[in-house]
């Protein structure tokens, strides 16, 4: 996680980074199924405090070490779950074709929809980057006043192997407030500073 500001509260050690969930009956199977690559085995959602959010584990896939989310070694695969300050209809807005291109970025698809519950956009675009061409899945919906977004990475030439893969377990993405009500858990260092000073908020691990 990112430390904006904050003063003198230790983080506990022992806190989880992320934490397996037993998935319900349900939708949640249903997606878990989906997001399982040869689709013969269910995967298990994992928890992410620091994002608020679980999402299920695509078979072959590991939760990363460095950020929120799972990593595929093999095919350079990845999803990342961030938590941002700021509304979501500001955030959300972002991502249309003018703003993602103003950044180099390639609008492939937007769909604006309900996911669990809250407003919510998919977007599908591409992304040039050290001469490696890549296609993105990301997520965004209102999160305890923030904005929660999931994004899963691919090489463009394994697509067609993984995108759909990735897709639903994007999809599969639930609010969780299971975890600790401190916003300084997750992080795994202190800092000693003024009292003056006032936690304004944190921000998920790979956040920037």
Known sequence: MLFVLGCGQAADPGSPRFVPVEPSAGAEENAAERASPDGSEDGEFVSF????????QPAGFKPSDTFDG???????SSIMAVKLPGPFTEVSAGFTEANLAARGLKLVSREELQHDGQSAILVHFEQSQQGSNYL?????????????IITATVLKERAAEYSDVLKAAVLSTRLDDTGSAD?????????????????????????F
């Open 49 to 56: 405090p620091g994002a608020g959010v679980r999402l299920v």
């Open 136 to 148: 993105k899945w990301s997520l965004l919906f209102e999160s305890d006043q923030a904005t929660a």
């Open 70 to 76: 799972f990593e595929h070694a093999e095919s350079s």
């Open 183 to 207: 916003p300084l858990a997750d992080l795994d260092f202190t800092v000693v500073c003024s009292k003056k000073l006032q936690l304004a908020t944190t921000m998920s691990r790979g956040a």
